[in-house]
């Protein structure tokens, strides 16, 4: 099944400064694989053995936007703390 997978929001935090340009896009590619579902996307992105740098490319964006892989774990963890959120992702 084939979804459209949009960032919606972009939470504060000191890896995602440069995030926000990208808010209300359509994710087309991650790490070279085109996007068709949320589930896709999660397991990309929380791949055991993740590339060094992930690369997700927009609909409409003039650059795509690249992430350190090595930095999301613990950007997550600050994200969650200071939101208040117990559980990382919901996909049911």
């Known amino acids: 099944m084939e979804d459209v997978v949009v960032l919606t929001r972009v939470e504060k935090d000191s890896l995602t400064t440069l995030m926000g340009g990208f808010t209300g896009l359509v994710v087309e590619e991650v790490n070279g694989q085109k996007i068709k579902n949320l589930r896709q996307l999660h397991a990309i992105l929380n791949s055991d053995s993740p590339p060094e740098y992930h690369v997700i490319h927009f609909n409409g964006a003039s650059r795509p936007l690249v992430i350190p892989?090595?930095?999301?774990?613990?950007?997550?963890?600050?994200?969650?703390?200071?939101s208040g959120v117990t559980k990382a992702s919901q996909l049911d």
């Open 69 to 82: 892989s090595a930095k999301v774990a613990e950007a997550q963890k600050r994200i969650m703390t200071q």
